[in-house]
């Protein structure tokens, strides 16, 4: 059974650091791309970040392109998204997905269950 | 950016009701589009891909189809557990959500 965890939201201050994480199992973690997907409070889906399988590339949408970073680790089958000079709207629930299938492909058939992350002095 | 234009933002329906959620793209992206039912305080949950896919596990009530850059999301008879929230995806490029369609019950 594929399974996703994250950990490492909370509470944090404007313009400060957080990462988070996400272990997978279940499948084999090296041969998918994964993705971070977020939703603000009351809010839609927003795409965070992309990485291939290998780590060699990764894509993010403007929005936190520059202060966000997705990386992976292989060997522990786990997921990361390190989040920089943090802003009131990066507050949102952070998902861990992974796609239906090998190779680049965008649409997210497991998902984890979510952590929450508070921008807010 | 490929914009996702989905509609209705709210609908309320009867049980064994059909009912039929669109979603417009801003410029062609193929078949390249998903849906997602979101339950709440859950995650969503694949339903379809490929724009006309049934992901694992999806009742055959739901199907999707395509004209042009036009997407629908169909419920033939819409049951009590099909309550929630709606997103089309599309996966052409970067990927860009719609706005969400909220389905309740009449």
């Known amino acids: 059974e594929v399974q996703l965890v994250e950990s490492g939201g909370g509470l944090v201050q404007p313009g400060r650091s957080l990462k988070l994480s996400c272990a997978a199992s279940?499948?084999?973690?090296?041969?998918?791309?994964m993705a971070w997907v977020r939703q603000a409070p009351k809010k839609g889906l927003e795409w965070v970040a992309t990485i291939s399988t290998s780590g060699s590339r990764t894509y993010y949408p403007d929005s936190v392109k520059g202060r966000f970073t997705i990386s992976r680790d292989n060997a522990k089958s786990s997921l990361y998204l390190q989040m920089n000079s943090l802003k009131s709207e990066d507050t949102a629930t952070y998902y861990c997905a992974r796609p239906r299938s090998t190779g680049p492909v965008n649409w997210f058939a497991y998902w984890g269950q979510g952590t929450l992350v508070t921008v807010s002095s | 950016d490929i914009q996702m234009t989905q509609s209705p933002a709210s609908l309320s329906a009867s049980l064994e009701e059909i009912v039929t959620i669109t979603c417009q793209a801003s410029?062609?992206?193929?078949?390249?589009l998903a849906w997602y039912q979101q339950k709440p305080g859950k995650s969503p949950q694949l339903l379809i891909y490929?724009?006309?896919s049934l992901a694992d596990g999806v009742p055959s009530r739901f199907s999707g189809s395509r004209s042009g850059t036009q997407y629908s999301l169909k419920i033939s008879r819409l049951q009590v557990e099909d309550i929630g929230i709606y997103y089309c995806?599309?996966?052409?490029?970067?990927?860009?959500f719609g706005g969400g369609t909220k389905l309740e019950l009449k």
């Open positions: 410029q062609d992206i193929g078949n390249w």
């Open positions: 490929g724009a006309t």
């Open positions: 995806q599309q996966a052409s490029s970067a990927p860009t």
């Open positions: 279940g499948f084999t973690f090296s041969n998918y791309y």
